[in-house]
């Protein structure tokens, strides 16, 4: 069953709110921006622009060749356009060559880029998977692309993973085995398997043809990296070949998943939100105003201080080698720029 | 010799008599006998020329005879003797003959000298009279020429021309035939037209001014008629008044005041007709009034104000010199400081009346040396009020207008052109004065008609009603909102600081029923202590938070154990700011054992939720800004913990599901009851840690679907009535 909305989306840009009461509007917007928070960024695939998603459903274009140009004014660190994108917090979104995919509130709407670089923000699509509740809409906390099939895998509050067909705009797959919701997935390419990590503590392997688990790892249940004070939930994961590292209510853990053992245990306090690999480091950011450089030993090796107090969202813009930045977006309406991945140049903002 | 002639003298009367004798009788044969002898008479008859030969002979002879004498004398021989006495007999004879010339000769001088004074009188009386008669000459000369010169009363009278005069005039007065060629009877007979003329006109003059008279004496009939009236006819206005109150018709005292108005300064006077009016057109309970003395107002108009403080201060300076012997500088410059800032004496008053009663008495002012308005307010409650502790500024003079429009804080002058002037005499800023002189808000410079230009500072301002008409009823709109939000927000705070919430029935669907957090305390903040409170540093970023608006402490506690009496203001959990979140495995207990020890013989702590609020002037058009920090289990506020973000978000952002039935003035009780619920909810869904011993510590008693969702881990907030579970957002 697909379920398809047509262009219902409700466009609202900013430069054509009201005249009246232009100075409650001010007070209103600027209320916003001091409880914004940007969840999900997501590079162009001509990696000039970064669109970043709020919790209030918008998406804001930002430049990154305008901010990183040597003439950058202010001016050009607002976003080029912002458009309302979702009902509620857009919590994920991934690029694909041709479009934005974003998700919020139960489903996943599409934008051209080549439309959003022309300032038009007229959704190609949306789609919605089935969902059992209908008292309340899950939502989707993770969007994972499947480049080899050609499909988007997407998990959230339903505790199972869909996987999309992004040819026909088909469900075709669920895999279900959470007991709790999904916060985030990662894709082995070579096994064609996915990971996925859930507020009640597993992270799980999917075998991504056959539809089954393959493997169930109870984080918490780990002397080493559990945490209970903090809860068991695996918020954040990342994997690269045999390895995987992931945290959350545990400490953040290196695994090594052929043995199924937590390797090193990296020393950061704060619940993390956000893992990947860079080379041959580890970059994490979660509930501190840092981006934590680790290294594979365990040791830290930078924690570099940014705007947001909770990072929710890192991104590496590896598209176009002339605009290479590493990008943190949290509990602030600011976005933070490294271009040195060593300190902070410069903050976009939303406005 | 002279003896000789002494000697001859006395027989010369003889020889008179005898020797002449014999030459006159042969010449006065006649008269000899009648007359006696004279030789005057001799003398007329005797030629003095041949006398005068004789006179030669005489002396000749008499001269030969002495030269022959001598000769003879010399010759000394007697016989000459006799020749000598013979010769001296001789010479005797020539001697009488010369003594009868010389007595001749005097004679004839007398004569000639009586001849000439005869002739010299007579030359002298001719003499006289020529001078008379040449005297009488000129004298007539001169009358002459007076009379010639003289003018003639005529000629300055002006007459009618020639023409006229034989056109107008009547024969008999003209008489053309004789006065054609004289003109002497030509201007007689003008002069006699003239004065006919002229009597006539005396004759309309006396007609006239007995007219004039008899007018004189109507126009007093009739001014004693009208001046009777005038008592009468106040007798009547006097008996109308009650009749006119009775009808609700103040015609008079409108009349009244209009009387007083022109002497209002014309700021004031714009500000007057144009509130007036609107009261008139659009709000019938406005009153507007004019207070103050209308006298010294009218001593102000007379001689026309020097607006130049120069000469004001300078006039200041000699009083002060005068009274004062040595006034020293300070007071000097205060002097001028009390002129510069000077009102005038009238002011108008604006009393706007709100719906339930209560009334806000503004009071305008004029600065007539700073040319600018400043305005007090004042607010009459219909109801008797206790006055909470913590609504000190709600009503109060200085915080209830400001910001009536954005950024209008009141607290500087308007006028640019003011700075110079305060430079001057060294005010460094108006706000010092504000209190005593009222606040010059931009809205009370528009009311009145004044525009300040912002670029050109010294370009005069003079007050224009189309600018005051264009913004009186906005802002009479404003000002009663703002009346009425602070009257429903004062009477809000009165419960409040008893921790009662009042949501009344209207909003009762935005709460679920029962809520266990309450609000236990509520207290004005200094903004000195807001900016200090180390969760509020966004929102004062953000420009949300400035020293015009007002802030308040609520604290809203939920917990097993007692309310206690005294609380802090700082944070009950001293040790856990410095480390806020990061504990270890063992730290809970210790953490409860802390508490249990520092607050309460139960188990579990008080969870205690602060809640920093910026009250906007513009409230409640503009919503309060709230600020949290929950300490429970540490301190967690906006920066360490989503939720709290989340539950700040709830009441700042969706304030607008808070406002209840218009206009919104129950806003902030509902977005404090909201507080409540989004700490119960906060408290109640907070993961059970198992590995601590106990029970649960707040049981979740409200309907949820999810506890947590997203990557934030966001727990629900949103109250969905009338199913009334929480959902997220």
Redesign the interface.
């Known amino acids: 069953m697909i379920e398809v909305e047509g262009a219902m989306g409700v466009l609202r840009m900013h430069s054509a709110q009201p005249k009246r009461s232009w ?2 509007m001010d ?2 917007r ?6 914004m ?1 940007v ?1 999900s960024q997501s590079v162009s695939p001509c990696g000039k622009y970064l669109a970043a998603g709020n ?1 209030f459903g918008e998406i804001a274009i930002f430049s990154l060749s305008a901010a990183l140009s040597s003439e950058a004014k202010e001016e050009s660190k607002k976003p080029v356009i912002s458009f309302a994108a979702h009902d ?2 857009i ?1 994920a979104m991934v690029s694909t060559d041709r479009q934005l995919l974003s998700a919020g509130n139960g489903e996943v709407k599409a934008w051209n880029w080549s439309e959003i670089v022309k300032k038009g923000c007229k959704e190609a699509w949306c789609r919605r998977p089935t969902y059992k509740s209908s ?2 809409v899950p ?1 989707i ?1 993770s969007l994972q692309l499947n480049l080899k099939d050609n499909s988007l895998l997407m998990a959230g ?1 339903d505790c199972a993973i869909h996987m999309m067909d992004l040819e026909s705009g088909a469900f075709t797959r669920e895999y279900r085995g959470h007991t709790d ?1 999904i ?2 997935l990662a894709l082995r390419d070579q096994l064609r398997e996915c990971l996925s990590g859930s ?1 009640d503590g597993t992270v799980r392997l999917w075998d991504l043809r056959a539809g089954g688990q393959v493997q169930c790892i109870e984080v918490h249940k780990y002397e080493e990296c559990s ?3 903090y ?1 068991k ?1 695996i ?1 954040c994961l990342a994997t690269d070949s045999d390895w995987m590292v992931c945290g959350g209510g545990p400490a953040l853990t290196l695994w090594h998943l052929r043995s199924v053992t937590p390797t090193t245990v990296f020393p950061v ?2 619940c993390q ?1 956000q893992v990947m690999f860079y080379q041959d480091l580890i970059l994490s950011a979660g ?1 501190s ?1 840092t981006v934590n450089h680790l290294q594979i030993s365990g040791e830290m090796k930078a924690q570099i201080p940014c705007i947001p ?2 990072v ?1 969202s890192l991104s590496i813009n590896e598209h176009s080698p002339e605009h290479k930045v590493l990008t943190a977006a949290g ?1 602030s309406h600011r976005i933070d720029v490294f271009t040195n991945f060593g300190y902070r140049a410069f903050s976009l903002t939303f406005t | 010799m002279s003896s000789d002639s002494s000697k001859k003298r006395k027989p010369k009367v003889i020889r008179t008599d005898g020797g002449p004798q014999e030459g006159k009788r042969s010449r006065t044969d006649v008269d000899q006998d009648a007359k006696y002898y004279s030789e005057e008479a001799e003398v007329d008859l005797r030629d003095p020329n041949k006398d005068y030969e004789l006179y030669k002979q005489t002396c000749q002879d008499l001269q030969k005879l002495m030269a022959e004498i001598q000769e003879l004398k010399s010759k000394g021989n007697k016989d000459c003797a006799a020749e000598i006495e013979e010769r001296r007999i001789q010479s005797c004879v020539h001697f009488m003959t010369l003594k009868k010339l010389n007595r001749l000769a005097h004679i004839r001088l007398k004569k000639g000298r009586d001849q000439t004074h005869e002739a010299k009188q007579k030359v002298d009386a001719y003499h006289l009279q020529l001078q008379n008669l040449l005297y009488e000459v000129m004298h007539l000369q001169k009358e002459i020429t007076k009379c010639l010169e003289f003018k003639s009363k005529h000629e300055e009278i002006e007459l009618v021309s020639v023409e006229e005069f034989y056109k107008e005039a009547p024969a008999e007065i003209s008489r053309m035939e004789i006065t054609r060629g004289d003109p002497h009877q030509q201007t007689l007979s003008r002069l006699d037209w003239e004065l006919e003329q002229r009597k006539r006109l005396a004759e309309k003059y006396k007609e006239c001014l007995a007219n004039k008279e008899k007018i004189l004496k109507e126009i007093e009939v009739k001014k004693e008629y009208l001046s009777n009236l005038q008592p009468r006819l106040n007798s009547i206005m006097q008996a109308s008044l009650p009749v006119q109150e009775y009808l609700a018709m103040p015609f008079d005292q409108v009349h009244k005041q209009y009387e007083t108005a022109r002497h209002l300064p014309p700021p004031l006077y714009v500000l007057f007709v144009q509130a007036s009016a609107y009261g008139q057109a659009c709000d019938k309970k406005l009153a507007v009034a004019i207070e103050g003395n209308v006298e010294e107002a009218k001593a102000l108009c007379k001689p026309p104000e020097d607006s130049q403080d120069d000469e004001s201060d300078s006039d200041a300076e000699e009083e002060q010199t005068t009274k004062r012997r040595r006034p020293t500088l300070g007071v000097q410059l205060d002097d001028k400081r009390k002129e510069m800032l000077k009102r005038h004496p009238l002011s108008v008053t604006i009393d706007l009346k709100c719906k339930d009663g209560s009334v806000l008495l503004l009071t305008f002012y004029y600065l007539m040396n700073l040319n600018v308005m400043t305005v007090k307010a004042k607010v009459t409650a219909a109801a008797e009020m206790t006055m909470p502790i913590s609504a000190g500024d709600l009503l109060s003079p200085d915080s209830l207008l400001s910001c009536l429009y ?1 950024g209008d804080h009141g607290k500087r002058t308007p006028n640019p052109a003011n700075q110079f002037q305060f430079d001057k005499v060294g005010i460094l800023t108006l706000n010092d004065y504000v209190m005593e002189l009222g606040h010059p808000y931009v809205w009370v410079q528009k009311l009145g008609g004044l525009h300040f230009p912002k670029d050109q500072p010294q370009q005069p301002v003079i007050a224009d009603s189309s600018l005051s008409a264009s913004h009186m009823e906005r802002t009479m709109k404003l000002l009663k909102m703002r009346l009425e939000s602070r009257l429903a927000l004062h009477k809000q705070f009165a419960s409040l600081e008893h921790g009662i919430l009042p949501v009344s029935s209207e909003c009762q669907h935005l709460f679920p029923a029962k809520i266990v957090s309450r609000l236990v305390k509520w207290i004005a903040l200094t903004y000195e202590d807001y900016l200090e409170l180390s969760y509020t540093k ?2 004062v970023e ?3 938070a400035e020293d015009t608006h007002l802030y308040y402490m609520a604290l809203i506690e939920r917990g097993t154990g007692k309310v206690e009496e005294t609380y802090y203001s700082k944070p009950p959990f001293p040790q856990m700011v410095a480390q806020p ?3 270890g ?1 063992e ?2 207990s210790e953490q409860a054992l802390m508490c249990s020890r520092l607050f309460s013989p139960s188990q579990f702590s008080k969870s205690k939720l602060q809640a920093a609020v910026v009250l ?1 002037p ?1 409230y409640s ?3 309060p ?1 709230f600020s949290l920090c929950l300490n429970w289990k540490g301190e967690k506020t ?3 913990d ?1 939720n709290i ?2 539950m ?2 709830e009441v ?2 969706y304030y607008k599901e808070l406002c209840g039935p218009k206009p919104g003035y129950q806003l902030l009780t509902n977005q404090l009851q909201r507080l409540c619920v989004v700490l119960d909810v906060y408290l109640e869904t907070e ?1 059970h ?3 601590v011993e106990g029970p649960k510590e707040f049981p979740q008693e409200k309907m949820c ?2 506890l ?6 966001m727990k629900p907030f949103k109250f969905n009535y009338p199913q009334g579970f929480f ?3």
């Open positions: 100075q409650l007070i209103q600027s209320l916003e921006l001091l409880h928070t969840y919790n509620g917090p919590y008292l309340e939502e906390n509050g919701y916060h985030c507020e945490r209970p004070q809860g939930w918020s306090q704060q939100q509930h105003p107090c909770c929710h509990s | 954005p966004d929102v953000a420009g949300l979140v990061i504990v495995d730290a809970p906007n513009g058009f503009v919503p800004v906006n920066s360490n989503d973000r989340s700040e978000s700042n952002v993961t840690d198992n590995s679907l999810r947590v969702r997203g990557p934030s881990r959902s997220h957002r």
